[in-house]
């Protein structure tokens, strides 16, 4: 483990119950997870929840998970995905017992595709991939036997050289299993489990030009690593049956795994697939795939939420055997609720107002003191300077306020937070109306807030002390997707605002990843790209208020 704990006691966790009978029965011993991911873009929020799950799992119980790539498909690898994976799975807190390869288990899969031959249980099939699907039947009408399926052991051995042996071009031979054409799972019907295909595979090169399918090889890849549960989504859960056949029938591991399926995590507004999220990469309509809208664990670090908050998430919302959505705030309140504790508040304004203390000395400066963190005392405070020339919030000003307003108006009295009570005496504006600047005066008896004042004020803001202000860029963001009415999503062309603020001094010292609240506005981090010495950009992480009810 780095960083903090992981706590992992799942709430809501079937598989866990599962297990402790199974521990409690002596059927297993050591509890084995892993995490395969197909290394064919970065990995998303819902590739979080499997990784919380495989390693929490391995965690609460001892035991281990592996990290093992899914690359029987002979794609070209792609060594910036492989590095992303790794990065992630790490900066959730988690180490991964062995990182493994599929494809170093090919020779194992051929042994086993010719044990199959070998009890009559797998065959050559020259039918076309049209006319498999065409003899595979529907959900309501059984398939029927391909005309190759009696062949002999000896020409099904020998044919299954020959795909080996590159004889024949790709879709001319497949190797099937011989199950059941008439079962009402489709998957048994005489499933593929071997294709040629005369494609390079960037670990194996051109050792193979025939590839197991994934579901003769998943069953294989944890039977040799010694998986005693492998988790998976519950699309899967129709595909278990011929897992549990292919292990029994191959017959090489005594102790076979056991597949148990959860259901995926899905949540509003969120794309969740590494192919739709490669598309919004490719057309350009977002900045790469760790953009902070991107619900890729990379575009959520850089967003500025933490792995504490990912793995509290995941833990409340569960693992269940029904798909459900989750909905966003959920995620966006567990990010809240991790940074409320653990960031500093710094001073900024935005859309500022100035605003001119007129019987405040010209050329006088002083330092007050605020608080960091009002939750946690033990942050201590800070010193921002005070003046004559101040900056405050847009929001915190109203010519003609609405009823309950309590900020700045003209006429009425505010606490500036950590200094004086002021009161708004007249707004001066520009030719065209907007407003110039506000001519107020302060009590130098409030110092300090107005702790011994003597009276009371409603509202408190605060302000940023014009001559010392650093100017930051700010990036607010929405959601990147839309959900339309039929369900489907398009892209949030307003999912990104730029703006910029008035700061207090101490930003212009902001690291790339430092977090702070800005005082009564939200939760923000330095971005890890753009941020340079001289000017700091900073990602909205999360608004301060919830509209998440637990
Ligand atoms: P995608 O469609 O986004 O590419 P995938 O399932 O094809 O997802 P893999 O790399 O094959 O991606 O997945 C690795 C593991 O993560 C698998 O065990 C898969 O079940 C799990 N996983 C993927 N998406 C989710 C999700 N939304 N919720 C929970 N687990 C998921
Ligand atoms: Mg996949």
Not at 128 to 150: F, H
Request: proline fraction near 5%.
């Amino acid at each position: 483990m780095s960083e903090n704990n992981t706590n992992s006691e799942m709430m809501n966790n079937f598989i866990h119950d599962i297990i402790d009978e199974e521990l409690a029965q002596g059927k297993v011993t050591k509890i084995a997870t892993r995490f395969p991911p197909e290394p064919n873009g970065y990995l998303h929020i819902g590739h979080a929840k499997s990784i919380c799950l495989n390693f929490g799992t391995a965690l609460k119980y001892g035991g281990t998970c592996n990290l093992r790539y899914d690359d029987t498909n002979p794609v070209k690898e792609d060594v910036e995905y492989v590095d992303a994976i790794e990065e992630d799975v790490k900066w959730l807190g988690f180490q991964w017992n062995k990182r493994l390869w599929a494809s170093e288990y090919f020779d194992t899969m051929y042994e086993a595709a010719e044990e199959l031959i070998k009890k009559g249980k797998a065959f050559v099939c020259n039918l076309t991939a049209d006319q498999i699907r065409e003899y595979r039947g529907t959900l309501t009408e059984p398939g029927k036997n391909s005309p190759y399926r009696d062949r002999t052991i000896e020409e099904n051995m020998e044919l299954f050289h020959k795909m080996r042996d590159g004889e024949f071009g790709d879709g001319e031979a497949v190797l099937r299993a011989k199950i059941d054409m008439a079962s009402p799972n489709i998957n048994m019907r005489d499933p593929v489990i071997y294709r040629v295909s005369h494609t390079t595979h960037h670990n194996t090169g051109d050792k193979w030009c025939i590839y197991p399918m994934y579901d003769f090889a998943h069953p294989i890849e944890d039977a040799i690593e010694g998986i005693t549960h492998s988790l998976c989504t519950l699309e899967f859960e129709d595909h278990r049956p011929l897992y549990d056949w292919v292990l029994k029938e191959v017959g090489f591991w005594p102790n076979p795994p056991r597949q148990i399926e959860f259901a995926r995590l899905n949540i509003t507004d969120t794309l969740m697939s590494k192919r739709y999220l490669k598309k919004m990469v490719d057309e350009g309509r977002v900045d790469g795939w760790d953009d902070p809208r991107m619900p890729t664990i990379a575009g959520i670090r850089r967003r500025g939420y933490t792995p504490e908050a990912v793995r509290k998430f995941c833990e409340e919302i569960g693992v269940a055997k029904a798909n459900s959505t989750v909905d966003a705030a959920q995620l966006e309140a567990a990010v809240r609720d991790d940074l409320q504790n653990k960031v500093p508040a710094r001073n900024v304004v935005m859309n500022p107002i100035k605003v001119i203390i007129t019987n405040y000395p010209e050329g006088q400066k002083e330092m007050v003191t605020v608080e960091n963190n009002r939750n946690v005392p033990e942050m201590g405070d800070r010193q921002v300077p005070f003046g004559r020339e101040l900056w405050i919030d847009g929001d915190d000003f109203m010519e003609v306020p609405v009823k309950k307003y309590f900020r700045l108006f003209p006429g009425n009295e505010v606490r500036f937070k950590g200094a004086y009570f002021v009161t708004c005496n007249e707004v001066v504006k520009n030719e065209d109306g907007t407003i110039k600047e506000l001519h107020c005066t302060y009590d130098p008896a409030t110092g300090g807030g107005g702790v011994n004042a003597g009276r009371k004020v409603k509202g408190t803001i605060h302000f940023v002390e014009a001559d010392s202000a650093v100017r930051i860029r700010i990036r607010e963001y929405g959601h990147m997707m839309n959900t339309l009415e039929d369900g489907s999503m398009e892209f949030n062309q307003d999912s990104l605002k730029e703006t910029w603020g008035y700061a207090e001094p101490s930003l212009a010292k902001a690291e790339p990843g430092e977090r702070f609240q800005f005082f009564r506005k939200g939760y923000y981090i330095a971005d890890t790209k753009l941020t340079t010495d001289t000017e700091k950009v900073f990602n909205s992480i999360v608004s301060l208020k919830s509209s998440w009810k637990k």
